[in-house]
């Protein structure tokens, strides 16, 4: 694993008019019972690492742009965050009334940005993405800051490792030209999640990245390009940054939206989205299976991966993935490919090939009344 030099807190001057916002939502339901929508997976350690993915993802952005770092969450989850991030000052977080999805959420750290400088660049980082490579991440950035100097969207689109059926894609058109910047290339377009067909094409024919969510844009430019499609949206984002005190007014008044859907997809049909390719070992752990890979065999177990105190797992002729969280010991005998997720009110026991089937058990619970396990 590669890691920056750059101390946390220091800031790169090739990227000095960055600002990282930070959306930190979602409930990571494909991921229970580890993360519930009172503590997300962004809250929580889920590589082993002794950070959440929320603080990993604050260091990550630290080195690049030192405190320049704007972190938007729920109010639900202000008490966590403030506790994770003691040192993040109190007006670097803005914390939303409900849930409304990515736009309004980077689209208000958007309008509070352009006050003070409408020239400012933003880079948006999901708070639960793991990067591996952080000294590679920092070049993809500070490319990106310069082809959006100029005008454009820029997104990061990550090289395939396999015809992943779960992203969406981003086409890659022609190469640009900034000598400051050699990657970048013009977006054809962004593409839904394909089927499997399609997604072994695209691992082939070298022109779709995976689609990241990760954007670097100036402050004005994306308000303006979001103006085309939501002027009305625009207009009550500036409001609330003008005037705070309106918040929970102007909050409700929001339509729920991506950022992908409002802005990148059109803005890439007229042309004016580019895309940095990036290999930076960049994971959405995106459910059980996408955890696993990213987790240490037990040092006696070869063939299990585990959550949690290696001590707590025994596994005889077994491989898989078993998170131990309850407080009790774990044993398989004999299962091949299982995942097992013991915590203190619930335990999950499926296989790698059902761990996207976990978001419909959720919304079951849900259904059942139990909310309190969820």
């Not at 660049?121 to 993405?129: I, N, Q, R």
């Not at 696993?292 to 797992?313: F, I, K, M, N, Y």
């Not at 002729?317 to 009110?345: I, N």
């Amino acid at each position: 694993m590669s890691t920056s030099r750059r101390a946390a807190g220091t800031a790169d001057d090739a990227v000095a008019d960055l600002t990282a916002v930070v959306p930190a939502g979602g409930s990571g339901t494909r991921l229970w019972p580890l993360s519930r929508s009172a503590a997300p997976k962004f809250l929580q350690d889920l590589t082993g690492s002794g950070r959440s993915m929320l603080q990993e993802t604050v260091d990550r952005v630290g080195r690049l742009v030192g405190g320049r770092v704007l972190v938007v969450t729920g109010q639900a989850h202000a008490a966590a965050v403030r506790q994770q991030l003691d040192g993040l000052p109190g007006d670097r977080l803005l914390l939303e009334p409900s849930p409304r999805d990515s736009m309004p959420a980077i689209g208000w750290a958007a309008a509070v940005l352009e006050r003070s400088d409408p020239d400012a660049v933003l880079g948006s980082f999901a708070a639960d993405h793991v990067i591996d490579d952080e000294e590679a991440f920092a070049d993809c950035v500070r490319q990106a800051v310069v082809a959006a100097r100029s005008g454009s969207l820029v997104t990061l689109g990550i090289q395939p490792r396999y015809p992943a059926t779960g992203f969406g894609y981003v086409e890659v058109g022609e190469r640009r030209t900034y000598p400051a910047a050699p990657d970048v290339h013009r977006v054809v377009s962004f593409v839904e999640k394909p089927d499997r067909g399609v997604a072994e094409h695209y691992l082939e024919d070298g022109r779709h990245l995976w689609n990241a969510g990760i954007f670097v844009v100036r402050a004005g430019v994306l308000l303006d390009l979001l103006a085309v499609q939501h002027p009305e949206m625009v207009h009550l984002l500036r409001l609330l940054a003008r005037d705070p005190g309106r918040l929970d007014e102007v909050w409700s008044s929001l339509p729920a939206v991506a950022i992908d859907r409002a802005v990148a997809e059109p803005a890439a049909r007229a042309g004016m989205v580019e895309v940095v390719p990036a290999d930076l070992g960049w994971d959405d752990v995106g459910d059980f299976a996408s955890l696993a890979t990213l987790l240490q065999e037990h040092p006696r177990h070869p063939g299990v991966r585990v959550l949690g105190s290696p001590d707590d797992v025994l596994a005889q002729d077994s491989t898989g993935l078993v998170a131990a969280r309850g407080g009790r010991t774990v044993v398989t005998l004999g299962v091949e490919g299982v995942v097992v997720v013991d915590t203190p009110d619930a335990v999950l026991v499926t296989t790698r090939e059902r761990c996207q089937d976990v978001r419909a058990l959720v919304a079951t619970l849900q259904q059942l009344g139990r909310e309190d396990l969820t």
